[in-house]
T-cell receptor
Framework: DAGVTQSPTHLIKTRGQQVTLRCSPK?????VSWYQQALGQGPQFIFQ???????QRGNFPDRFSGHQFPNYSSELNVNALLLGDSALYLCASMGSTKNIQYFGAGTRLSVL | EDQVTQSPEALRLQEGESSSLNCSYTVSGLRGLFWYRQDPGKGPEFLFT???AGEEKEKERLKATLTKKESFLHITAPKPEDSATYLCAVQGGSEKLVFGKGTKLTVNP
């Protein structure tokens, strides 16, 4: 049983560019959340998707947007990249029967 | 606003030397308190969920406890493979998890 998978593993971009990160949830899970983790910090909630709709959003600008597909996979898009967007981006999935979020290995984004 | 504070920031133990990590929290209507383990360059790995004061959960050398204001992660006779960053998170009235900064544990052989 595959867990939460994220791609790509690493990504290097320059300021002003746009990036798309991808996430496949754990089998049987229908809810996907995205978190940003800066070095030495705990993960910070970006947003959550359920039934292809954004259910909740954290304190992040509109440059951060997302999408959920009918197969429950999800994308995180970041426009107009800033140096401060460099971080580990984590995807977490959850099923409807248990209130536990399981995390993927993350995508390490470096903005130069 | 929900908040989580973890202490200490870093902890260095000798193999077999038991200790505890602290997680203090403020939350509106606790739905759950979560402990995760994170190895360098990897995503957080779920350890425990606690839902109400007085609850305890155990797994191998780890035991998590919960009061109305804090949670403790007790590590008994740790081994070098227990070295990792331990993250505490709370879930209040919303779906999001609010994390602390973590405690980096190093266990020396």
């Amino acid at each position: 049983d595959a867990g939460v998978t994220q791609s790509p593993t690493h990504l290097i971009k320059t300021r002003g560019q746009q990036v798309t990160l991808r996430c496949s949830p754990k089998s049987g899970h229908d809810t996907v959340s995205w978190y940003q983790q800066a070095l030495g910090q705990g993960p910070q909630f970006i947003f959550q998707y359920y039934e292809e709709e954004e259910r909740q959003r954290g304190n992040f600008p509109d440059r951060f947007s997302g999408h959920q597909f009918p197969n429950y996979s999800s994308e995180l898009n970041v426009n107009a990249l800033l140096l401060g967007d460099s971080a580990l981006y984590l995807c977490a999935s959850m099923g409807s029967t248990k209130n536990i979020q399981y995390f993927g290995a993350g995508t390490r984004l470096s903005v130069l | 606003e929900d908040q989580v504070t973890q202490s200490p920031e870093a902890l260095r133990l000798q193999e077999g030397e038991s200790s505890s990590l602290n997680c203090s929290y403020t939350v509106s209507g606790l739905r759950g308190l979560f402990w995760y383990r994170q190895d360098p360059g990897k995503g957080p790995e779920f350890l425990f969920t606690l839902y109400s004061a007085g609850e305890e959960k155990e797994k191998e050398r780890l035991k998590a406890t919960l009061t109305k204001k804090e949670s403790f992660l007790h590590i008994t006779a740790p081994k070098p493979e227990d070295s990792a960053t331990y993250l505490c998170a709370v879930q209040g009235g919303s779906e999001k998890l609010v994390f602390g900064k973590g405690t980096k544990l190093t266990v020396n052989p």
